[in-house]
C-alpha cells in the first residue's frame, strides 16, 4: 500500500518482482505443474505498482483476470499465490481458484474475475459499503479495454455515478481485447470518451510510467475521499505475450508485437532512472539478482508441494448452521394478527431494519414510491435514503452492487422486479455471488437476500410469466425459497436476510393480495424447511410456491370422495427437506404427485420425482406422478391463461388414479 515516498528503487523492485513471478509462471506451465490457461500481466506491471503507491491500507482493489500483479502489489504472500497458481493446497485459495480467480481478503485484494467486466458492479458495491459506514476506504476495479464494451461495466459505472461513490475504474488498455485488435470493434481513439458521457471525471493516463500511475490514482483517490467519486482512469499499456500462455498470437502483426516490446516499462524505467542517477547498474543488478533469487527459490518449493487435500472438497459451500445469525432478542413473539401476504413481507423488512443496522435495501422504484407492487411502501420515509433507495434500471449493478457490499459486511436486500428480469444479470448470482464463499474457504462470505416475484397473473405476457426456480435451485451456493402465506411470506423474509449465504426469495405476485394470519416477533427460523399444511394417508401432494392454494383446494374436493391427502408444501428448494419428503412418501404408502406451475421438462418436479424414486424405490406403488405447465411460452389472454395453467381439477384427477394404486 501507499508509502510516503515512492522511489525508482520502489518501483523497480515490484515491476521486477512481478515480472520474474510471471515468467516463471509461463515455465512451470511449460514443465506441466498447472493445468488450464494462464493470463499474464506483461507488459502492464507499472499499473498496479503504481496504484498500489497511491492508496492506503483500507483501500481494497477487485481485477480482471489478469491481476497477479495485482495480488502481488497488494501484499500477498508470493509463495501462496504461486501455489495457488499451481492449484496446490497450500495456495491463498487453496486450490480453489487456481490462476483467474484468486483472491486474498487479508490484504484487501478482493479478487479477480473470470467473466469480462462483472468486477465493475461489484466494486460499486463494496464502495457503497465504505460509503455507508463511513470508512474512507477507495475501491479501485481494473478491467481491461474489452471489458468497456460489457453491458455490465456501463450499468456498474452508471450505479456509481448515481450514488457518487468512492470507486476508480482502471481501465487496462493494452490494445488487445482477447485476440481481437480494440481499433477493430470500438470507435474513437480514447475509452475515457465513454465515462465522460456519463458525466465521470475520466482521464488517460501513461500506463507504462508508475509515477505517472501513482499521481493520478492518487488525485482520483482523494476526489473519491472527497465525495466526488467515481472516477475512471484509462492506462494506456502494452501487452508484451499472448492472450492466455499457450497463444502463439499468429494474429498480431510483427510490428506490433515489435512495437511493444520497444515499449517495455522495465527497460523504460532503467533507462530513465541511469539517465538521471537515481539508480545505477549496480542497484538494478541488485535487484534483479534478489528477485531472480526469491523468485527462484520459490518456484522450487511449490514444484515440491503436494497437490491440495480432497478431504474437505465439499466444504465452504455454505456457513456451518450454527454460524447462522437466526435469533432475535429485540422482541417476543407477538399475538397473531391479519395481514396481506405483501404486508407480511413489508412487516418482515421493518423488522429487520429496524434490528441490523447493515440492512440496506436497493432495487427499481423500491425507494419513494414503495416499489411496482407496494411491497417496501414506507419504509423510505421511516429509515431514508442511506438505507433504502431507488437505483437506474441496471440489474446487473443492482446485483453485482448487492455482492460487493455483502462481502464488506452489510446484509443488503435487493429486488428484482420481475423473475424475468434477471437473466441480464444472472452472471451476479451464478458466477459471483455463489462462489465468494467455496473460493476463500468462508474467509469472505456475501450474506444478500434477493427478492423478486414470478408466474402468471391474468394479463401477463410471455416475458412476465414465468417460473424460474429450478434455474436458480440448482446452482450451490445459493438458497432459494418460495413462500406461499402470509406467514411464510413473513418468516422466510427473515430467515432470509438473516442468513449468512446468498438466498433468493420468489415472491407469486398473484399472492400479494391474499391475507392470512401472522405471527410476529418471536425466534427467527433457519432458512430451510418444508411445512405440512395437511395430513393423509391416501395419497402425497408435494408443491410449493402459488400452488399450494390450488393443491389444498384439490385436497377438499378428495377429502369429499373419501381420499385423504397430505399437502407437503417445500417452500424451500435448496436446501431441500428430504427428511419431510420421506415422511410423506412413507405415510402414503409410496403414492406421490408433484405439482408446480413451472414447465415440466426440467422443473424442479423432476428432481423431486428423482429423488423419491432413488430413495424410496421398495415403497412407491407406482412412478411419481407430475403436474406442471405443458411445453409452451405463456400467453397473455386469461382464456387461453386457464387453458393451459394446472387446476385443482387436474390435481384430483391425477390423484384420485395413485390413491387406486395397490402394491404390485
Avoid at 486450490?95 to 460499486?124: K, T
Avoid at 512495437?259 to 538521471?276: M, S
Avoid at 420425482?609 to 406403488?621: I, N
Avoid at 394446472?646 to 395413485?658: H, N, Q, S, T, Y
Wanted: aromatic fraction near 4%; charge should be negative.
Amino acid at each position: 500500500m501507499a508509502t510516503d515516498t515512492f522511489s525508482h528503487a520502489d518501483a523497480y523492485r515490484g515491476m521486477a518482482l512481478i515480472r520474474r513471478f510471471e515468467e516463471q509462471i509461463l515455465d512451470l506451465g511449460r514443465e506441466g505443474f498447472i493445468a488450464g490457461s494462464i493470463h499474464l500481466c506483461l507488459g502492464q506491471e507499472a499499473i498496479p505498482v503504481g496504484t498500489l503507491a497511491a492508496l492506503q491500507p483500507q483501500d481494497r482493489v477487485l481485477s480482471t483476470y489478469r491481476g497477479h500483479g495485482w495480488a502481488l502489489a497488494c501484499g500477498s504472500d508470493p509463495t501462496a499465490l504461486m501455489a495457488e497458481i499451481a492449484q496446490r493446497g497450500a495456495g491463498v485459495n487453496g486450490g480453489r481458484a487456481g490462476s483467474p480467480l484468486l483472491s486474498d481478503p487479508d490484504h484487501g485484494f478482493l479478487g479477480e474475475n473470470s467473466i469480462v467486466g462483472a468486477g465493475v458492479p461489484i466494486a460499486g458495491g463494496v464502495a457503497l459499503a465504505s460509503q455507508y459506514q463511513g470508512t474512507d476506504r477507495v475501491v479501485v476495479t481494473s478491467i481491461g479495454d474489452g471489458a468497456m464494451n460489457q453491458g455490465s461495466t456501463t450499468e456498474g459505472m452508471i450505479f456509481a455515478a448515481a450514488r457518487k461513490l468512492p470507486v476508480i475504474f482502471l481501465c487496462e488498455n493494452n490494445g488487445w481485447a482477447e485476440m481481437t485488435p480494440t481499433a477493430a470493434v470500438t470507435r474513437g481513439e480514447d475509452l475515457v470518451d465513454r465515462g465522460k458521457g456519463l458525466h465521470i471525471d475520466s482521464r488517460v493516463v501513461d500506463g507504462g510510467d508508475p509515477f505517472a500511475v501513482r499521481a493520478a490514482v492518487a488525485s482520483a483517490a482523494e476526489a473519491c475521499r472527497r465525495g466526488e467519486g467515481p472516477v475512471l482512469l484509462e492506462c494506456k499499456t502494452i501487452r508484451l505475450s499472448g492472450h492466455y500462455n499457450k497463444d502463439v498470437q499468429h494474429y498480431r502483426p510483427k510490428e506490433d508485437a515489435e512495437a511493444a516490446r520497444a515499449g517495455d516499462p522495465l527497460a523504460l524505467l532503467v533507462h530513465a532512472a541511469v539517465e538521471d542517477g537515481t539508480l545505477s547498474e549496480d542497484d538494478i543488478d541488485t535487484i534483479d539478482e534478489d528477485v531472480y533469487t526469491t523468485i527462484d527459490r520459490i518456484a522450487d518449493q511449490v514444484r515440491q508441494m503436494p497437490e491440495p487435500s480432497t478431504d474437505d472438497v465439499a466444504e465452504h459451500v455454505y456457513a456451518p448452521e450454527q454460524d447462522a445469525d437466526f435469533e432475535d432478542t429485540a422482541a417476543s413473539e407477538e399475538p397473531s394478527k391479519e395481514l396481506t401476504y405483501l404486508r407480511a413481507i413489508n412487516l418482515a423488512l421493518r423488522t429487520e431494519m429496524e434490528n441490523r443496522p447493515e440492512v440496506a435495501i436497493w432495487g427499481e422504484d423500491v425507494g419513494f414510491a414503495g416499489g411496482i407492487f407496494g411491497v417496501t411502501r414506507g419504509l423510505h420515509k421511516e429509515f431514508g435514503d442511506s438505507r433504502i433507495f431507488d437505483t437506474p434500471i441496471a440489474e446487473a449493478a443492482i446485483l453485482g452492487a448487492a455482492v460487493g457490499a455483502a462481502m464488506e459486511g452489510m446484509r443488503p436486500v435487493v429486488e428484482i422486479m420481475w423473475a424475468d428480469f434477471v437473466f441480464v444479470a444472472l452472471d451476479q448470482v451464478i458466477n459471483q455471488a455463489a462462489n465468494v464463499r467455496y473460493v476463500n474457504r468462508s474467509r469472505l462470505s456475501a450474506p444478500l437476500t434477493i427478492r423478486m416475484q414470478q408466474g402468471v397473473t391474468p394479463g401477463s405476457c410471455a416475458q412476465h410469466s414465468q417460473s424460474i426456480e429450478a434455474i436458480l435451485a440448482h446452482i450451490p451456493g445459493i438458497k432459494v425459497g418460495l413462500p406461499a402465506t402470509a406467514q411464510d411470506a413473513y418468516a422466510m423474509t427473515r430467515a432470509a436476510v438473516g442468513d449468512p449465504d446468498p438466498t433468493v426469495l420468489i415472491e407469486h405476485r398473484s399472492l400479494y393480495q391474499e391475507a392470512g394470519p401472522v405471527t410476529a416477533g418471536g425466534r427467527v427460523e433457519s432458512a430451510a424447511g418444508a411445512r405440512m399444511h395437511r395430513d393423509g394417508t391416501d395419497v402425497a401432494i408435494i408443491t410449493w410456491g402459488a400452488m399450494l392454494g390450488t393443491a389444498l383446494t384439490a385436497a377438499d374436493a378428495l377429502a369429499a370422495d373419501g381420499i385423504e391427502a397430505t399437502v407437503l408444501d417445500l417452500r424451500w428448494l435448496r436446501p431441500l427437506d428430504d427428511e419431510a419428503i420421506a415422511r410423506v412418501v412413507a405415510a402414503t404408502s409410496g403414492r406421490v404427485l408433484v405439482v408446480h406451475e413451472a414447465n415440466l421438462s426440467g422443473g424442479f418436479g423432476a428432481e423431486v420425482s428423482a429423488r423419491v424414486t432413488e430413495r424410496h424405490f421398495g415403497t412407491l406403488r407406482g412412478p411419481v406422478h407430475r403436474i406442471g405447465l405443458d411445453e409452451l411460452r405463456m400467453p397473455s389472454a386469461p382464456a387461453l391463461q386457464a387453458a393451459v395453467l394446472p387446476g385443482a381439477e387436474d390435481i384430483v384427477d391425477a390423484a384420485r388414479k395413485l390413491a387406486a394404486l395397490t402394491p404390485a
